[in-house]
């Protein structure tokens, strides 16, 4: 049978409260700030070898009592982001048994799904979408299959490990641009006095500036391999009143084409004023792994460019017990509508539109 547990989600990161503990509160006074405490981790993807079969892949708050359990050490230098967490945790056999009674209920009619069998095989893939509470932001209702904008960078930069764009014809390079991430752009020119670096024109255009921003942040921060930069001649004017105009009623149609086109969508995040160093520090990992970039940022309100919105949704969902102390909501708009989520284990939803 599984069992529930006492733990605590100290950031970005969950670990077992100690046994000889009752409560989180003697575990909370028990704690000295200039002392490393010894504790389990818990994980979502232990790595567990097994030919054809996934094992020890889980989605919080429910992980596994047979592995996840490395032994660390960690300092605890601010006590006020510790947050009490209930997790439950199963042996592989139950979470097997537990999944696939999950996936009858919910998975048919996604048009990913193919019907399971007895096979423990036939599970895979569903570990790191769908949660034992039947959470799941994979969901496919239409086709094609959306398009993501962070997996397009990422197959760009795969493409220019076969040759570096430094050297390449700047049409070339446009050309590979256009050709992964559908960004399109007048013109290129290289700098006399830096060669590797290209000089892009294009017309304003809120998308196109806004992601043109992302690639040139990624070439330099993720291609080690290549010494080149791209410069742009427009810069990006976001600001709160660009990101309501291009969610406009009047603009909506023209909004969810551009949407689909790159494989991106935008997001209205909001939280309680006081959480928000603990916020923005726990996003900053996102941001850097390309799943989203901050558009404005307005005091505790912020406006995001989602560039893997099933991806971003289930990190938010990890991160539940800091933005659900933190009163957190979010709207998404994306290529389908609009959704209103309350940041929950339950990530209960109320579509809009």
Same mark, same amino acid.
Request: with cysteine; glycine share 4%.
């Given at each position: 049978?599984?069992?529930?547990?006492?733990a605590?989600?100290?950031?970005?990161?969950?670990y077992?409260?100690p046994?000889?503990?009752t409560?989180?509160?003697?575990?909370?006074?028990?704690?000295?700030?200039?002392?490393?405490?010894?504790?389990? $981790?818990?994980?979502?993807?232990?790595?567990?070898?097994?030919?054809?079969?996934?094992?020890?892949?889980?989605?919080?708050?429910?992980?596994?009592?047979?592995?996840?359990?490395?032994? =660390?050490?960690?300092?605890?230098?601010?006590?006020?982001?510790?947050?009490? =967490?209930?997790?439950?945790l199963?042996?592989?056999k139950?979470?097997?048994?537990?999944?696939r009674?999950?996936?009858?209920?919910?998975?048919?009619?996604?048009?990913?799904?193919?019907?399971? /069998?007895?096979?423990?095989?036939?599970?895979?893939?569903?570990?790191?979408?769908? /949660?034992?509470?039947?959470?799941?932001?994979?969901?496919?209702?239409?086709?094609?299959?959306p398009?993501?904008?962070?997996?397009?960078?990422?197959?760009?930069?795969?493409?220019?490990?076969?040759?570096?764009?430094?050297?390449?014809?700047?049409?070339?390079?446009?050309?590979?641009?256009?050709?992964?991430?559908?960004?399109?752009?007048?013109?290129?020119?290289?700098?006399?006095?830096?060669?590797?670096?290209?000089?892009?024109?294009?017309?304003?255009?809120?998308?196109?500036?806004?992601?043109?921003?992302?690639?040139?942040?990624?070439?330099?921060?993720?291609? /080690?391999?290549?010494?080149?930069?791209?410069?742009?001649?427009?810069?990006?004017?976001?600001?709160?009143?660009?990101?309501?105009?291009?969610?406009s009623?009047?603009?909506?149609? =023209?909004?969810?084409?551009?949407?689909?086109?790159?494989?991106?969508?935008?997001?209205?995040?909001?939280?309680?004023?006081?959480?928000?160093?603990?916020?923005?520090?726990? $996003?900053?990992?996102?941001?850097?792994?390309?799943?989203?970039?901050?558009?404005?940022?307005d005091?505790?309100?912020?406006? $995001?460019?989602?560039?893997?919105?099933?991806?971003?949704?289930?990190?938010?969902?990890?991160?539940?017990?800091?933005?659900?102390?933190?009163?957190?909501?979010?709207?998404?708009?994306?290529?389908?509508?609009?959704?209103?989520?309350?940041?929950?284990?339950?990530?209960?939803?109320?579509? =809009?539109?």
């Amino acid at each position: 049978m599984s069992e529930k547990h006492l733990a605590f989600f100290y950031r970005d990161s969950y670990y077992l409260v100690p046994d000889q503990y009752t409560s989180f509160e003697d575990f909370y006074r028990s704690i000295d700030i200039k002392e490393p405490i010894k504790v389990r $981790l818990l994980t979502e993807r232990n790595r567990i070898p097994s030919y054809n079969v996934e094992k020890g892949i889980c989605i919080a708050p429910y992980f596994y009592s047979e592995y996840g359990y490395a032994d =660390v050490e960690i300092a605890i230098c601010d006590t006020s982001d510790l947050f009490p =967490v209930e997790v439950e945790l199963f042996s592989q056999k139950e979470y097997n048994e537990k999944l696939r009674e999950v996936i009858l209920n919910y998975c048919p009619g996604c048009l990913k799904y193919k019907p399971i /069998s007895n096979r423990v095989q036939s599970l895979n893939g569903h570990f790191e979408e769908i /949660s034992l509470n039947s959470v799941c932001f994979y969901r496919q209702n239409v086709k094609p299959s959306p398009r993501v904008f962070r997996n397009n960078l990422r197959g760009l930069g795969g493409l220019w490990h076969h040759y570096d764009p430094a050297e390449r014809q700047p049409n070339d390079v446009l050309d590979s641009i256009k050709s992964m991430t559908y960004l399109k752009y007048d013109s290129a020119f290289r700098d006399e006095n830096v060669p590797s670096l290209l000089n892009v024109s294009f017309k304003p255009d809120f998308f196109v500036q806004a992601l043109s921003g992302v690639l040139s942040h990624y070439i330099e921060n993720a291609l /080690s391999f290549t010494e080149f930069r791209i410069s742009f001649d427009s810069r990006a004017t976001n600001n709160d009143e660009e990101f309501d105009r291009q969610i406009s009623d009047g603009n909506r149609e =023209v909004f969810q084409k551009n949407c689909k086109k790159y494989g991106v969508a935008l997001a209205e995040l909001t939280y309680a004023p006081e959480f928000d160093e603990k916020i923005t520090r726990s $996003l900053e990992s996102l941001i850097k792994s390309y799943y989203v970039s901050v558009l404005w940022k307005d005091g505790c309100r912020l406006l $995001l460019l989602l560039l893997d919105e099933c991806n971003f949704m289930k990190e938010l969902h990890f991160r539940v017990p800091l933005f659900e102390a933190a009163l957190s909501h979010i709207k998404v708009y994306d290529q389908y509508g609009e959704k209103q989520f309350k940041i929950s284990f339950n990530m209960e939803q109320d579509i =809009v539109k």
